[in-house]
């Protein structure tokens, strides 16, 4: 069967369609996606360009794959960031196929582990990373400190100071 669209390695000529593919993708109001840019896309093509990979069709960037190692203080720990298709190239195995180049790219580099970290409402992706083979480490949730309002309140230190005292 032909595939709506190839997968190649990823070259710095592809990085200002990667960078409006996943402006385009991606929810930017929201975190983790609001961290994207295009240090987010240097920081893997620079570190590790073989796992760093686009779908292509018809001459135009359709969808990407970006991920590198070291995994924050884990040396051999690929980590496996970014990943898009354009909506009309979803559902058609393409991620799988950009999944599957890049950790082929990052075990060949010597991966001892890969990791994907995943919004919990981001339902598509959690499917993937399953039927990739990936399994639930662990799950971080992303807490706000009271507003600003909050340094107007009494200085919680120094009321037990006070009370101990
Ligand atoms: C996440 C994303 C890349 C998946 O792409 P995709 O093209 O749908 O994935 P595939 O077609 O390769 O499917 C991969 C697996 O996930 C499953 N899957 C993906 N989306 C699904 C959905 N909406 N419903 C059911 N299953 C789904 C598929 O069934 C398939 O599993 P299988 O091989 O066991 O059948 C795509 O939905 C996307 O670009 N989302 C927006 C960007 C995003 O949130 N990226 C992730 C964070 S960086």
Not at 1 to 15: K, Q
Not at 28 to 37: A, G, H, K, N, R
Not at 46 to 66: K, M, N, R, T, Y
């Amino acid at each position: 069967m032909t595939s709506i669209a190839d997968i190649r390695p990823m070259t710095s000529e592809d990085v200002p369609e990667v960078l409006k593919t996943g402006n385009d993708v991606f929810d930017t109001d929201e975190f983790p996606y609001s961290t994207w840019s295009l240090s987010a896309i240097a920081k893997h093509l620079d570190q590790q360009p073989e796992a760093c990979h686009v779908a292509h069709s018809e001459g135009a960037v359709v969808g990407f794959i970006l991920a590198s190692m070291p995994f924050l203080t884990h040396q051999h720990w690929g980590h496996v960031e970014w990943i898009a298709l354009r909506p009309g190239f979803q559902g058609r195995a393409l991620a799988s196929k950009l999944a599957d180049a890049s950790l082929r790219a990052l075990y060949g580099a010597g991966a001892t582990r890969v990791v994907a970290d995943i919004a919990t409402a981001n339902r598509q992706s959690k499917l993937l990373a399953r039927s990739l083979g990936f399994t639930e480490l662990t799950t971080v949730s992303l807490f706000a400190a009271p507003s600003l309002e909050w340094i107007k309140t009494p200085d919680r230190a120094v009321e037990v100071a006070a009370s101990e005292a």
